[in-house]
């Protein structure tokens, strides 16, 4: 019995990255694709990793560069403006694809990146800021409040907000299919792109 159609990539190193950047490129767009929350890795201070959840705001193919939100207060925050190499993981069911990226992250705080993002996010998005008490920090009982869907006549903590974009250096690529998984890699890190295909 033959193997159902596979898709361009399937032995076309030069038709993947086309595909990696539509699918990171749609999760920006698309709330409801597999690509819109990533998982990000970062370094503590006593080398231990972490690793949680993100958003992903928006996606420029041009530089390669993921950008995401966060709590300029936040754990992250700190390991990530202290240690700015990072690993981003995707995965995406309906594609069966795997990206997983090493990047260099820039940390963005009360500058202009911030200040663009913070004029066209939605004030439930800004309710977000708010909190009075630093992400992560230890409290009594859980806020009894829910987030706010209008601006409550308080100003609003533009100092908590803090904008991360980070510049993939090297991305691993896996497509899983029971005719046959294919994997590959490609690495910017010395400069001009190299790329090949990696044993599964």
């Known amino acids: 019995m033959s193997n159902r159609l596979q898709p ?10 086309p595909t990696a950047w539509d ?14 929350i990533l998982h990000l890795a970062t370094i503590s201070a006593d080398g231990i990793p972490n690793n949680r959840s993100i958003v992903l705001q928006d996606f420029d193919v041009q530089s390669r560069t993921i950008l995401f939100h966060t709590d300029s207060r936040s754990e992250k925050a700190a390991e990530i403006f202290e240690r700015p190499h990072v690993a981003i993981h995707a995965y995406s069911r309906s594609e069966k694809v795997q990206l997983r990226m090493q990047c260099r992250a ?21 309710q977000c800021y708010k909190q009075v008490e630093a992400p992560g920090a230890p409290i009594p009982a859980p806020s009894p409040g ?41 690495d910017w890190r010395h400069g001009e792109l190299q790329k090949t295909w990696l044993a599964v």
């Open 8 to 17: 361009p990539h399937y032995n076309d190193l030069d038709a993947i990255l």
């Open 146 to 186: 829910a987030l706010q869907a209008e601006d409550d006549g308080e100003s609003q903590p533009y100092e908590n907000f803090a904008v991360v974009m980070a510049t993939i250096q090297k991305l691993e690529w896996l497509y899983l299919s029971a005719a046959g998984h294919r994997r590959a890699l490609f």
């Open 106 to 126: 820039n940390f963005h705080h009360c500058d202009v990146v911030t200040g663009a993002a913070w004029r066209t996010m939605h004030d439930m998005s800004r």
């Open 23 to 36: 699918l990171l490129t749609q999760g920006a767009r698309d709330r409801t694709s597999d690509f819109h």
